[in-house]
């Protein structure tokens, strides 16, 4: 696969001290490898879980096999990432971060996978899914889902959601994918489209409800120890701030669990003067943590919980974030430390942008680089033109003034002059295009397709839109030697 790569700036590494091994110091692997020695993760007990849910989305190629059959390994560890089911798959992000993890794992000898948060309540951010059209405009299809409180991993498909998801198939010619939404659960559904997409790479999936009744003892410590978990981030959070880092994970409660309550709506734990609130009830300490032992499928993590009961359960060496992702976890080392879990490597995902034939052709009449800010207007594009007809406009108004001036006020002049040079502009634009063979849409197809919503091409748009159904983008690019740094802009076929 043809490919161009922009790289950044040097990174400042002064907050590198709030990671437990920076990834990009000396011997990071090795100094991960021997804090990971310190962890025990109930690896018995994972193994069916796991091979459970592969077998539930699909995910049961050799390569996934191949996968299991390491975790099961006595000495083996885990590459994760993980991000919100999107609709869809949702923006196509989502695929490079597990990209960079088989990248990763790759390079360590580790298992990938993919950690799927669907107790999330946040369903505004998941309900929908964006193309690019023929004519450069943004095409947005939406599952229907409305925020009410209620988990991701309930939501059901219904007819209404299936006509959407058969009309977004046809629209980016993937219609022969509509088997894998004939399941009832929206999570299963889309969990077995990435497994699809992912075939053959050995990216193991999992959500963490079927991980619960393991995490019993995680989900205790979180309300025996609520104030002092919650001080111990709030600490390092400070001292964030101090060294000039920024707080991205805003803790105020101290407790950073959340409770399915009877209509299957997530509800925050509240913790103050030595009771604990969820909605209108109101428990002892005790009472709670009999409901844990009794129901820990209604518990389930915070964002900042999260990424410590990952590292609790699996022996996790790396872990491939975003950027929010990646400055969220500077807050989080001591909080890992207090669980008695070392924290991974924290690595920054691939981030990149896909270049279709058609894409590249405008580009290439209009030279304009995807990585520049791309004009809005034509004689931004091409300023001698407009300084030409803001000249013509300059005389025209001059010469009006002489000839007809008495007759007409000032203002209706330079209206009239205004009207007919913006006319002569675009004419002369139009005739220019013509001559080079490009079409006059050809800014606005630009815009959009590098910068939807004036955001990256990746946080935007849906995978399957640059996949088509020849080709297989994901084994190409994992197949290619790249690096953490900068942007790739991949060409696609």
Not at 399 to 410: E, L, R, T
């Amino acid at each position: 696969m043809k490919y161009f790569h922009v790289t950044d700036p040097i990174k400042d590494s002064s907050l590198d001290s709030f990671f437990e091994v920076p990834w990009l110091s000396l011997n990071a692997s090795k100094i991960a490898h021997q804090n990971l020695a310190k962890n025990t993760p109930p690896r018995e007990s994972l193994i069916p879980i796991l091979t459970d849910y592969q077998n539930a989305i699909g995910n049961t190629d050799e390569a996934a096999l191949k996968s299991l059959k390491k975790f099961a390994e006595k000495d083996s560890f885990c590459v994760f990432t993980g991000q919100q089911l999107g609709f869809m798959g949702g923006p196509f992000y989502t695929i490079l971060k597990g990209l960079t993890c088989l990248k990763v794992a790759r390079e360590q000898g580790a298992v990938p996978i993919f950690w799927l948060a669907t107790e999330d309540h946040d369903i505004n951010e998941i309900n929908h899914t964006f193309l690019l059209d023929t004519l450069g405009n943004i095409k947005q299809y939406f599952a229907g889902y409305h925020s009410d409180g209620s988990f991701v991993e309930d939501l059901r498909l219904t007819f209404k959601e299936r006509k959407v998801i058969e009309q977004f198939l046809k629209d980016c010619d993937h219609i022969d994918l509509y088997p894998l939404f004939e399941k009832d659960s929206y999570c299963e559904a889309m969990a077995s489209l990435l497994a699809h997409l992912f075939k053959g790479t050995g990216l193991l999936f999992i959500e963490p409800k079927y991980l619960r009744k393991l995490a019993v003892p995680f989900f205790k410590k979180e309300i025996i120890e609520a104030k002092s978990l919650l001080a111990t981030i709030q600490t390092t959070t400070s001292k964030l701030e101090e060294m000039g880092g920024k707080k991205i994970i805003d803790l105020k409660n101290p407790t950073n669990l959340f409770f399915k309550d009877a209509a299957g709506k997530r509800q925050k734990i509240v913790f103050h003067d030595q009771i604990f609130q969820i909605g209108k009830e109101s428990f002892s300490k005790d009472q709670i943590l009999q409901k844990i032992s009794q129901e820990p499928e209604r518990f389930s993590t915070n964002v900042a919980a999260r990424t410590v009961l990952q590292s609790w359960l699996f022996p996790t060496l790396a872990y491939i974030a975003g950027p929010t992702e990646f400055a969220y976890y500077r807050q989080l080392k001591d909080y890992h430390r207090a669980h008695r879990v070392s924290m991974p490597m924290i690595i920054p995902r691939l981030s990149a942008s896909f270049i279709t034939p058609y894409t590249n052709s405008l580009l290439e009449k209009t030279r304009i680089k995807p990585w520049e800010n791309i004009p809005i207007h034509w004689e931004e594009w091409n300023p001698i033109l407009g300084c030409e007809v803001k000249e013509i406009k300059q005389d025209w108004l001059e010469v009006a003034k002489q000839k007809i001036g008495p007759i007409f006020p000032n203002q209706t002049l330079t209206r009239l002059v205004d009207y007919f040079s913006s006319k002569l502009l675009k004419r002369a634009v139009k005739y220019k295009l013509k001559k080079s063979k490009i079409p006059f849409n050809a800014l606005h197809i630009l815009r959009n397709t590098f910068y939807p919503q004036a955001k990256k091409q990746e946080r935007v748009y849906n995978f399957l839109g640059y996949q088509k159904a020849n080709t297989n983008i994901i084994q190409q690019i994992n197949q290619l030697s790249i690096t953490h740094d900068g942007h790739y802009y991949f060409y696609t076929r």
